[in-house]
Structure formats: C-alpha cells, structure tokens
C-alpha cells in the first residue's frame, strides 16, 4: 500500500466537498438571480456564497497541517482529524445554508479539527528538531 493512502483519499474527499460548493454557489446565482461579479443581493445566495468562500479561507491551513501532521506525526490521526473536519464542515455547509445562526457547531468542529493539526504538526516538527539537534 502506498504511504499516505488515507490522507490522499482525505484530501480528494475535501476538494469534491469544495467542488460541491462551488457548484451550489453557481446554481444559487440562477435561482436567486445574482449575476456574476455581483456577490450580493438576496441573502439566501449570500449564505451559500459565504460557505463556499469561508471553506476556500480554511482551505490552505487545514491541508497543509493535514499533510504536515500525516508525514511528522501520525497519518491515521491526520486522516480521523480530517475526516471530521469534512463533517465539520458539511454541518456548517447545511446550518448556514437554511440560516446564519445554524452555522456555529459545524465551524466550531472543523476549527477544533484544524487547530488539533496544527497543533499536532507544530510538536512533531519542534520534537524532531530536537531529537536531531541532540
């Protein structure tokens, strides 16, 4: 088996979510009638467009303490952390769509998810640094 399988299918996993998002942002732009560059104007598009840019925003931290924590530390972690950072996400992706107050416990999860990455990969890397410079 190839090493980092599981934070590959992870990863794939996070872009066909961020895909799907995008893809809801396009449709949501004929059904509410905001045409492009506008990203403004009926607030049930507003909602699906700010999911779909507040994903984008997370984005780089969370892939590049994903790997950082799959190669230094631990791939099945890393793979269980990202996997519930999806979930994290695909909550927020559901609350905010119906309102913007039902948006908090899925960006409370994929935030915890990211800050245990980062936190994870951060130790990992300050551990090995010292186990070398010893």
């Known amino acids: 088996?190839?090493?980092h399988i599981a934070v590959a299918l992870v990863t794939i996993a996070t872009l066909l979510l961020y895909l799907v998002m995008s893809v809801r942002v396009g449709m949501a732009r004929g059904k509410y009638g905001v045409e492009a560059?506008?990203?403004s104007g009926?607030?049930?598009?507003?909602?699906?467009?700010r999911v779909q840019a507040n994903t984008l925003e997370?984005?780089?931290v969370f892939l590049v303490s994903l790997w950082l924590t799959a190669i230094y530390c631990n791939e099945w972690a890393a793979a269980g952390l990202g996997i519930l950072w999806i979930v994290g996400r695909l909550l927020y992706m559901t609350g905010y769509s119906r309102a913007a107050e039902a948006r908090s416990l899925g960006f409370?999860?994929?935030a915890l998810?990211?800050?245990?990455l980062l936190v994870c990969a951060l130790i990992s890397l300050v551990y090995q640094l010292?186990?070398?410079?010893?």
């Not at 998810?113 to 245990?116: C, E, K, N, R, V």
């Not at 010292?130 to 010893?134: G, I, T, Y």
């Open 42 to 49: 009926h607030a049930d598009f507003e909602r699906v467009f």
């Open 37 to 39: 560059p506008a990203i």
């Open 1 to 3: 088996m190839a090493d």
């Open 108 to 110: 409370g999860i994929q």
């Open 130 to 134: 010292a186990v070398h410079a010893a």
């Open 58 to 60: 997370w984005l780089p």
């Open 113 to 116: 998810a990211t800050f245990a």
